[in-house]
């Protein structure tokens, strides 16, 4: 078998997978951020938040309640973005016609103490959940688990079925219409308020949706999500704030050259994603697939 640079083949595709599974949950994250931005023009720092609550519903909706992985990849996101829509009309919707600084340092704050809750009740230490699809397939180059490879197909489908949605069919037109003429649309009948915080829920399930995912793969810890928010963050600034196909290509993008720096240069493994950031900033400042507002 061949080598690349000295790199058995092994770990090569190894860490490839590696970085398939983290863009996969870096393109859902950042496509969720994606929505919300582009539709509501919020900065949602409760992001991480919220995916931590989508891995913790999970593993109480298994440990309480006996469900399975399963069910739990339905119901949990369903019950973060129910969060969301009570979050969106009970908080988000009175700072509308403030300043971005407002909606995020909102959010910052309601991502500490959403974290800091479930710090008290369940601790610092990860808590385990088990593997809904053991076992793998040896493709002779490398073992490929069963639940990593469902991961990024299915992370995959959303993503694209998200972005069909919202540019390709007549209520993705009503939902960016509403962002450009809120008044215009409202004349047509469509209750704008209403599509506004559906569209905040449904952000925040992809959150959920994703912390669902992670569970069997990482320990359920109420910190899981603050180790990750700022890199997706980079990764939303690299694709282009509200931008739906930006926030996909760039997250599997990001998440494969993540893979790659660590197998080739592991020490720049952490910055290798703010460095890129860096280097797309000064060339293009609104992002790879962003426009100038």
Not at 30 to 40: E, K, Q, R, Y
Not at 139 to 154: A, K
Not at 188 to 206: D, K, Q
Not at 215 to 230: C, D, E, F, K, R
Request: net charge positive; with cysteine; charged share 5%.
């Amino acid at each position: 078998m061949f080598e690349l640079l000295g790199v058995p083949p092994q770990a090569l595709f190894g860490q490839l997978l590696l970085g398939l599974i983290n863009g996969a949950f870096y393109a859902l994250l950042s496509l969720g951020l994606a929505v919300i931005f582009g539709m509501l023009n919020v900065i949602n720092f409760t992001h991480g938040a919220q995916y931590m609550m989508g891995a913790f519903a999970a593993w109480m909706l298994l440990q309480y309640a006996g469900l399975p992985f399963w069910v739990a990849l339905v119901v949990a996101p369903l019950i973060i973005g129910l969060t969301g829509i009570i979050v969106e009309r009970l908080l988000l919707s009175r700072l509308y016609h403030l300043d971005h600084l407002y909606g995020l340092l909102l959010t910052f704050g309601l991502a500490l103490i959403f974290e800091g809750l479930f710090r008290k009740q369940f601790g610092s230490s990860g808590l385990p959940y088990q593997n809904p699809l053991p076992g793998g397939v040896n493709l002779g180059f490398m073992f490929l688990p069963w639940y990593r490879g469902f991961i990024v197909m299915f992370s995959l489908v959303v993503c694209l079925g998200t972005w069909f949605l919202i540019e390709r069919t007549k209520l993705g037109a009503y939902l960016r219409a509403a962002t450009e003429n809120p008044q215009l649309v409202q004349a047509f009948g469509i209750n704008v308020p209403r599509m506004i915080t559906l569209t905040y829920g449904f952000g925040v399930a992809l959150a959920g949706l994703a912390g669902v995912l992670a569970a069997p793969i990482y320990s359920v810890t109420p910190v899981m999500g603050a180790n990750l928010i700022i890199v997706v963050f980079a990764v939303v600034v690299i694709g282009g704030m509200g931008s739906i196909l930006g926030s996909i290509v760039t997250g599997f993008g990001l998440g494969i050259v993540e893979g790659f720096t660590k197998v080739f240069y592991p020490e720049a493994s952490n910055t290798v994603i703010f460095i890129i950031m860096a280097i797309v900033l000064m060339i293009r400042p609104a992002g790879l697939f962003g426009t100038q507002r």
